[in-house]
């Protein structure tokens, strides 16, 4: 098997904040070196988040490292194990997801808990460690997302970032079916699939974005209403109006600007839950503390999903019932699919292949 595996690969990478991503080569792990809990994955292909934008402009208060090989939603085949690894759920030639926690300790309070995101010990693909960008990568045994049979590769890997995330906020926005689902951002990576999860939970959704492709597109994937937040003048009055002058039950906001934020306390009504998913780089959230609490509103930051999340979006996928709507490019082309998604070009997700 070792034979097969080359010593040098090409990655898209960041040499520090800000700077353009390129194409270079990098040395490939040898299946020798790796740990014990460690896989190689040769990849067939990543989605392309707008995470991965944050990450290489180091816009967030966290800061990723440098040099930085980015991505966090990719499709492999695994290649190797590292020797003295017990008990690895996967196998050698098996189709694996790599997904934002790129590997958790399951050992501290919050990996106990179930809160894998939020692991003391976590290690973040293409954030804090390598990540999807690159035609190999060392992934962790206990952590990929086994793919299921009669899902693509390319079709399958943006659920686990997009998909996974907008699946969670939704599961824990304790609406109930018939209810009302409001989605600002939903044209775009997160939140297209955000309308499909609804959907297929029952949910009514008001889907608010820009332009005639995107409005297309959510109306196809079935968003009962659109909103289009370049025309519309009164958000709130819109969202009112739709829903019998009460509002809706949640919003699950995944803009990368805070305008996507500005109204939703406002159009939630009594018990509504604002699910934060997008993560504008310096906002904060404007919200009145009066109506917050007079209408007894929860205001949820949600943040990716742990393995268990994967596992429910990816089947849920792989069933028919969500697809990802994307676009081929090559690696070697990411720094235009960047340009494309700072202008909010890019409807659905752009997924990459490895040549
Ligand atoms: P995207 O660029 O594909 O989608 C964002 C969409 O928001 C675009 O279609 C854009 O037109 C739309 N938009 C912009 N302003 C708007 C407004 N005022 N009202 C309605 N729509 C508006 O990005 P994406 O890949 O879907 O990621 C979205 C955000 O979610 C990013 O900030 C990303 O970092 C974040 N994210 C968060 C998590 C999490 O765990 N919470 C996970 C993945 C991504
Ligand atoms: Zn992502």
Known sequence: MSQ???????????ASSGARVQIKDHPVKSPEQLAPGECLLKMHCTGVCHTDLHAAMGDWPVKPMTPLIGGHEGVGTVVAI?????????????????????????????????????CENIKISGYTVDGTFSQYLVSYVHSVTPIPEG??????ASILCAGVTVYRALKYSETSPGDWVVLPGAGGGLGHLAVQYARYMGLRVIAIDGGEEKRELCKALGAEQWIDFTQCKDIVAEVKRLTDGRGAHAAVVTTASSSGYTQAIDYLRDNGHLMAVGLPAKATLDASIFFTVFKSITIHGSYVGNRQDAVEAINIAASGAVKCHYKMRKLSEIDQVYDDLAKGKIAGRVVLSME
């Open 4 to 14: 097969q595996i080359p010593t040098s690969q090409k990655v898209a990478i960041v």
């Open 82 to 118: 590292g020797k003295n690894t017990e008990r690895s759920p996967i196998k050698i030639g098996d189709r694996v997801g790599v997904k934002w926690i790129a590997d958790s300790c399951r050992d501290c309070e919050q990996c106990r808990k179930g809160h894998e995101q939020n």
């Open 151 to 156: 899902i693509e590769s390319e079709a399958a």
